[in-house]
C-alpha cells in the first residue's frame, strides 16, 4: 500500500507499506539517486516471512515532493521521524544505505534511536564520504564535484556513468536501463544538493552515540563508498558486527541479494 506522509506543512514524503499488521518491521532508506524501488528483491520475499517491510521516498526523489531545499541530513532524518511518529513505529530495525545509511546514522544521533531497536547499515557515507585533511579515506572531494557538474549539464550522462559504477555483478542491460529510470525520477536540484552535502557532512559523533546492535552490510569492491568505510563503522559503533560480501559493489542488496536477505533475517531474528 502506498501514501503520503506529510513532513512539513507544504513537504509529502511518499511511503510503500508491505503486510501492516506483522509483528516484526523494517524500514528502508534508499541510497542516492534512486528511491524505494532499490528495495524490490527484499520487498519480493520478506513480507511473504512475515515481516512488515516500509519504503521511504527521500525528499526530492521518487514519488515524494521535490521541495527546492532541505537537503541537509538533520532535515532528511527529520523527515524519517515523522514517518516513525506518524505510522507509531516501536522496535523497527532501521536499514539504510549508501546516502539512506547515512540519513539513518543521523537518525539515531540526533533523535535518540526513537523506536529502532536494531540497525542495518549497508554501504553507508559515514563517516565521510570524502577524504579531509585527517581522514584518508573515501572519494576524492573533487569526484563528487564532478557529479554535482554533471548534474547540472548533463544529468542523464551523469546517471549513466554512476549506474556502471554501482553493480559489481553483470547486469542486463533492461535492468540498466529501469536503473538509470530510478535515477531520473530525482529532480535535478534534489540530486545535486544530496551530493553537494556529502562534502560537508560528517558522521563521526554520530557514529560513536549509536547504542543499539548494528550490522554492517558491504561490498568489498564497492566504488562509491570504500569498503574501508564499513571497516571504520565497526571500529566505532560499539554494538556492531560488519559483514564482507566479497561478490558485490556498491549494491549488496542486488549484487548478493540471496545471502544480503538471509543476513538481513538472521539478524533481525537473533
Known amino acids: 500500500m502506498g501514501y503520503y506522509v506529510k513532513v512539513e506543512p507544504d513537504v509529502k514524503i511518499y511511503v510503500e507499506d508491505l503486510n501492516e499488521g506483522a509483528e516484526k518491521t523494517i524500514l528502508f532508506i534508499h541510497g542516492w539517486p534512486g528511491s524505494h524501488k532499490l528495495f524490490e528483491y527484499q520487498f519480493d520475499v520478506l513480507p511473504k516471512l512475515g515481516y512488515r517491510c ?42 539504510g544505505h549508501s546516502n539512506g545509511g547515512g540519513i539513518a546514522v543521523r537518525y539515531m544521533a540526533r533523535h535518540k534511536g526513537h523506536g529502532v531497536s536494531k540497525l542495518a547499515l549497508i554501504a553507508a557515507v559515514s563517516p565521510s564520504l570524502i577524504k579531509r585533511p585527517d581522514f584518508p579515506y573515501g572519494l576524492d572531494k573533487e569526484t563528487v564535484e564532478q557529479i554535482i557538474k554533471g548534474t547540472y549539464n548533463d544529468r542523464p550522462n551523469m546517471l549513466r556513468g554512476f549506474g556502471d559504477m554501482f553493480f559489481y555483478q553483470h547486469i542486463t542491460e533492461a535492468f540498466s536501463d529501469w536503473f538509470f529510470q530510478l535515477g531520473l525520477q530525482a529532480a535535478g536540484w534534489a540530486t545535486a544538493a544530496v551530493a553537494n552535502a556529502w562534502i560537508d557532512e560528517v558522521f563521526f559523533s554520530d557514529l560513536e552515540k549509536i547504542d543499539v546492535p548494528t550490522l554492517i552490510m558491504h561490498g568489498i569492491h564497492d566504488k562509491i563508498v570504500p569498503f574501508e568505510l564499513g571497516q571504520i563503522q565497526e571500529k566505532m559503533i560499539s554494538n556492531s558486527k560488519l559483514l564482507a560480501f566479497k561478490f558485490s559493489g556498491h549494491a549488496v542488496f542486488y549484487d548478493q541479494k540471496k545471502e544480503f536477505n538471509e543476513e538481513l533475517i538472521k539478524f533481525i531474528e537473533e
Open 54 to 95: 516500509i519504503g521511504v521516498d527521500t525528499r526530492g526523489f521518487g514519488d515524494s515532493d521535490k521541495p527546492y531545499k532541505g537537503y541537509n541530513f538533520d532535515r532528511m532524518s527529520d523527515d524519517i521521524r515523522c514517518i516513525i511518529d506518524t505510522l507509531s513505529l516501536k522496535d523497527i530495525t532501521l536499514a
